[in-house]
């Protein structure tokens, strides 16, 4: 009798610590037909990754008690066209991280998402998604950055997440000062109240070697009026030095609901270089995306962007090396995409 008390008691304790626990495995299966006429030539293709990055993740948290959590997020990308690692230098290229979380915010320490790219659902009307993402002009300077410490914090609609990267560049390593090359201190606050949110971010880069900073501040937001849900966005980035840049980037855009499974989607972005002559570039777009349940959709888009004589994105003819441009200038983008998407 007591030994069956004594087993029912291990067990108990044994399923609350359990209970106490939690791994999930997650996913994105997603891919599609393109079809792009950059002006030089024509392609059509199959495209992994339009509406959302394919990738398989686990996270998973264990209550330490007091209102205390470790947490952890392992998540690695790849295309689903031809089955291949994402990045073959690094397995968990999309997130990896460690931390611990609290009433008192967010500790995390690993690879994460920069500002821009983790901000981006709340200013860019197609969420950095299809046709019309808005990286195909805004400068996002990578989506995620190594090496990071961050402290996320958010309460009654104010949001916010303070970065830092360490350079890890030998000999040239100090947290602070001019010789802190390849470092990244980054940080975004937001407020989000009913149909209102907005968000500020600003990211500088000390490039390796440290001759040069890249700076970038965006602002942006949406409302959602019901019918439509309005969306802009301004950046500004500054290199000085060697590379020198100054660009302006503008976004304006919205989605609205078709029926109770469909959302249209359109945008407009513009790209303003203040330091080359004729270098601008816009882009118009248009999408669709049709839920068929809640982790199945089918989605649709077409962008058309346009360069000034001297800009080439999207249309830059390189030589073998993948650096020297040979060809390009003053070329058209048309893209076109239709596909499938499935999360687990």
């Not at 997130?95 to 690879?111: D, E, M, Y």
């Not at 994460?112 to 046709?131: E, I, R």
């Not at 940080?187 to 070697?209: A, S």
């Not at 976004?251 to 203040?274: F, M, Q, R, W």
């Amino acid at each position: 009798m007591k030994k069956s008390l004594i087993a029912l008691a291990v067990l108990a304790a044994s399923g609350a610590a359990m209970a106490q626990s939690s791994v999930t495995l997650y996913g994105v299966a997603d891919v599609g037909i393109a079809h792009e006429d950059n002006g030089s030539a024509t392609t059509t293709r199959m495209d992994a990754g339009n509406l959302n990055g394919n990738r398989w993740g686990l996270k998973g948290s264990e209550d330490l008690g007091g209102g205390l959590k470790a947490i952890f997020t392992l998540e690695a990308g790849f295309s689903l066209d031809t089955g291949a690692q994402a990045d073959a230098a690094s397995f968990f290229n999309r997130q990896s991280f460690v931390g611990v979380s609290s009433n008192f915010g967010t500790v995390k320490l690993g690879r994460q998402m920069n500002p821009v790219y983790a901000t981006a659902s709340t200013w860019d009307s197609f969420g950095d998604a299809l046709a019309g993402d808005s990286s195909r002009l805004f400068s996002y300077n990578g989506s995620r950055t190594n090496n990071m410490v961050s402290y996320n914090y958010s309460a009654n609609g104010f949001y916010g997440e303070l970065q830092y990267g360490l350079g890890e560049v030998a000999g040239n390593n100090s947290i602070t000062g001019d010789n802190s090359a390849g470092r990244t201190a980054a940080m975004f606050v937001g407020y989000k109240t009913g149909p209102f949110d907005v968000v500020l971010t600003h990211q500088n880069i000390h490039n390796n070697p440290y001759t040069t900073a890249t700076k970038m501040t965006l602002l942006g937001g949406n409302y959602n009026f019901g019918v439509v849900k309005l969306f802009a966005a301004y950046a500004q980035e500054k290199t000085l030095g060697v590379g020198a840049k100054d660009q302006k980037d503008a976004h304006i855009g919205l989605t609205a609901p078709v029926g109770t499974a469909g959302t249209v989607e359109l945008s407009y972005l513009n790209k303003k270089d203040d330091l080359v002559s004729n270098a601008n570039a816009h882009q118009v777009a248009i999408g669709y995306v049709h839920n068929l349940s809640k982790r199945t959709a089918l989605y649709t888009s077409y962008a058309q962007l346009t360069n000034d004589a001297n800009a080439s994105y999207k249309t830059a003819v390189y030589a073998a090396d993948g650096k020297t441009q040979i060809g390009g200038w003053g070329k058209d983008d048309k893209l076109f995409n239709i596909g499938v998407r499935h999360s687990f």
